[in-house]
């Protein structure tokens, strides 16, 4: 099944008590929760939190019946969180079960979806190990650069010993 942003929006007003099938939701509510929303989403993807949610590019570009096609996992964490957001403009207070479930799933998902930044290593900085011993640099703790024969030539100040 493929969920939707509205699919979201109702798990997030079921968990604060104002589900859909008891109170009726005014369009206007629809459309606040799914602002905050987009703006949760772009926050976490701002943070390096990729999960293919697709952001609008103004807020009446935004659409509530939009698949969102973000993995499974990350549903939950999507409602809880969204839920702890919109609860205070509602006049209501989250249970404490509430934010220790939204803060559990955001840093489970936060864990599963960042990577870390590649970083190149740069001349001279890789250790040799304990064993690497050359035969003409005894106390050399770093591994040198090779010598590339196309670039030495005669003419070059490198000598052989």
């Known amino acids: 099944m493929a969920y939707t942003k509205r699919d979201i929006v109702n798990r997030a007003f079921e968990e604060i008590g104002l589900a859909g099938y008891v109170f009726d939701l005014a369009p206007q509510q629809l459309e606040g929760a799914l602002q905050r929303l987009d703006a949760m989403m772009a926050t976490w993807n701002g943070k390096g939190i990729r999960l293919r949610y697709p952001l609008p590019?103004?807020?009446?570009?935004?659409?509530?019946?939009?698949?969102?096609?973000?993995?499974?996992?990350?549903?939950?964490?999507?409602?809880?969180?969204?839920?702890?957001?919109?609860?205070?403009?509602?006049?209501?207070?989250?249970?404490?079960?509430?934010?220790?479930?939204?803060?559990?799933?955001?840093?489970?998902?936060?864990?599963?979806?960042?990577?870390?930044?590649?970083?190149?290593?740069?001349?001279?900085t890789i250790p040799s190990g304990q064993g690497n011993k050359g035969w003409r640099y005894y106390n050399d703790a770093f591994l040198r650069q090779p010598i590339d024969p196309l670039t030495v030539g005669p003419d070059s100040a490198l000598t052989w010993e």
């Open 57 to 124: 590019s103004s807020n009446a570009a935004s659409d509530l019946d939009q698949v969102i096609g973000v993995p499974d996992d990350a549903l939950e964490a999507m409602h809880l969180n969204l839920a702890v957001r919109i609860a205070p403009g509602y006049g209501k207070t989250v249970s404490p079960d509430t934010k220790a479930n939204a803060q559990m799933s955001y840093k489970a998902l936060l864990s599963r979806s960042t990577f870390p930044t590649e970083m190149q290593l740069g001349d001279m």
